[in-house]
């Protein structure tokens, strides 16, 4: 399996996750995309330091566009790369937010509900 394609399998099971199993409903929320937005800019600038400078590196096989070789530093920006980085890491960074707050919201309600206190 490619780094694409488990991404793109991790997104979709977050969203099935979110909307249908916990029914958290984080993504149809506002507050969910802008606080995303924040997250993302850092995610970014990560991303960028680590790949950029060479710490972490991309099979060509494994991800769309460009891979990266050692010594070598990726472009920037094009050929599948965001920040040095390959786009798939926005998706799975993407799907481990959304999922870490999806569960965070799910299991608060369980506790709260046990508890008698109002969500």
């Known amino acids: 399996m490619t780094y694409t394609t488990a991404a793109l399998l991790g997104v979709a099971a977050t969203v099935v996750l979110d909307l249908l199993v916990l029914r958290t409903r ?3 929320r506002k507050a969910f995309w802008v606080a995303y937005a924040i997250v993302l800019g850092f995610q970014l600038l990560t991303n960028g330091v680590l790949t950029g400078r060479g710490v972490v590196f991309y099979a060509d096989h ?3 566009g460009a891979g990266s070789v050692a010594g070598e530093r990726p472009p920037f920006l094009g050929s599948g790369r965001i ?8 998706l799975f960074g993407f799907a481990l937010v959304v999922q870490t707050l999806s569960w965070w919201v799910f299991w608060g309600r369980r506790v709260s509900s046990r508890s008698g206190s109002p969500r």
Request: hydrophobic share 70%; glycine share 0%.
């Open 83 to 90: 920040a040095y980085a390959p786009f798939e890491d926005l």
């Open 26 to 28: 984080l993504l149809l």
């Open 62 to 64: 494994a991800v769309a």
